[in-house]
C-alpha cells in the first residue's frame, strides 16, 4: 500500500508512532516505508510536476483496515497522537470497530475481533 503526501515527515512520525516502529527503508523528504509479513506500506512525497495528480485526493473508498488486541487502547494510542476517533465504536458481525483518520485525511479502521461462543 502506498499513501502520497506533501506532508510527508508528518506522516512517517504519525505511522511510526501508530505502528510502533521506526521505517525500515527512508529517505528523508522523499520516501519511507514500513515491513510487516505480507505487507508494505510506504509514504511518499510526489515530484513537484506530480504533484497536480495527488492533488485534493482524500480517502474515497479506500481504508486501511488494521486488526488490534484492544481497541479501547488503539483509541487512546490515536488520541494521544493527536487524531481521535470521531465517531464511537460501531459493532458489526466480524467484531468491533472505529473509523479514525491519519493527518492527512485518509481513512483508517481499526477492528477488534470479538470471539463468538461455540
Known sequence: MTIASLNLEALVSFYGALLGQEAQVYQRDRYAEFRFPGLRLAIF???????????????????????????????????????????????????????AFDPDGNRLILHQNVEKPA
Open 45 to 99: 512525497r510526489p515530484r513537484p510536476d506530480q504533484v497536480a495528480r495527488f492533488a485534493g485526493a482524500s480517502s474515497g473508498a479506500m481504508s486501511l483496515c488494521l486488526e488490534v488486541a484492544s481497541l479501547e487502547a488503539a483509541i487512546a494510542h490515536l488520541t494521544r497522537l493527536g487524531c481521535p476517533p470521531p465517531g464511537a465504536i460501531l459493532t458489526a458481525s466480524h467484531g468491533r470497530e472505529v473509523y
